[in-house]
C-alpha cells in the first residue's frame, strides 16, 4: 500500500493475492473481488478525532475515540505494542461501554522529519464478520512509500480481493492521522 505505478519504488511489483475467505469487519459489500486500488486525500493535520460521513447525507458512519496514551502496554512476550491506542466505533456505540467498539488499533511510531516517512508498528485487533473469530493483522516498516522530495497531496493504497475496502480505509486513515499529529508535534517541539 502507498505505492504509485508511475514511480519506482519497493512496492510497485508486488501482486497482491486474494484471501481463501472474504474478510468481512464492516460490511460484505465493501468486499472486492479484484484489487481495489484507491486514492486518500490527505486531511487536516490539527484533528482532535476522526469523523467519517456519507458524502451525500453528511450521517456520520464511523469515528474514532477517545484515543488513549500507553506508556507501557505488552503483549504475552512482553514486546511493546503501541504507544498509542484508537477505538473505532459505529455512530450509535455507546463509548462507556467495554466491547462496543468495532475494532482497536495500536500504534507506536518512530520520530520523524519533515521530509522523512518513519518506521510504524501496527496492531489491528477486530472479529472478522463472516466467521466471527477474533482477528489481528501486524505490519512493521515503513507502510507508505513515497519518492523523497516529490511532494503529494494523498496516497494509494492498494487492497487485496476479499478484503473489506471499508475497513483498510479506516485503519490507513487512522495511522495517516497519527504520522500527521506525530510530525506536527516533532517539528512545534524542535521550533
Known amino acids: 500500500m502507498g505505492n504509485t505505478g508511475s514511480c519506482e519504488g519497493p512496492y510497485v511489483d508486488i501482486e497482491l493475492a486474494p484471501q481463501a475467505q472474504p474478510l ?42 477517545p484515543d488513549k496514551h500507553l506508556g507501557v502496554f505488552l503483549d504475552r512476550s512482553k514486546k511493546p505494542l503501541g504507544k498509542y491506542l484508537y477505538f473505532v466505533y459505529r455512530p450509535d456505540a455507546d463509548v462507556e461501554k467495554e466491547g462496543t467498539q468495532l475494532f482497536q488499533v495500536y500504534v507506536q511510531q518512530e520520530a520523524a522529519t519533515w521530509n ?22 501486524e505490519i512493521q516498516g515503513e507502510w507508505r512509500y513515497r519518492p523523497p522530495g516529490v511532494l503529494r497531496d494523498g496516497f494509494n493504497l492498494d487492497i487485496a480481493p476479499n478484503v473489506d475496502t471499508a475497513f483498510a480505509l479506516l485503519v490507513c486513515a487512522i495511522i495517516d492521522d497519527d504520522l500527521k499529529r506525530l510530525r506536527r508535534n516533532t517539528l512545534e517541539s524542535n521550533a
Open 116 to 137: 522523512s516517512y518513519l518506521d510504524t508498528d501496527l496492531r489491528v485487533d477486530f472479529t472478522d464478520a463472516t466467521t466471527g473469530k477474533r482477528c489481528r493483522i
Open 24 to 65: 468481512v469487519v464492516v460490511d460484505k459489500r465493501f468486499v472486492c473481488l479484484d484489487v481495489a486500488r484507491l486514492w486518500l486525500k490527505e486531511t487536516s493535520s490539527y484533528s482532535k478525532h476522526l469523523v467519517f460521513k456519507d458524502v451525500e447525507s453528511e450521517q456520520v458512519l464511523f469515528y474514532t475515540g
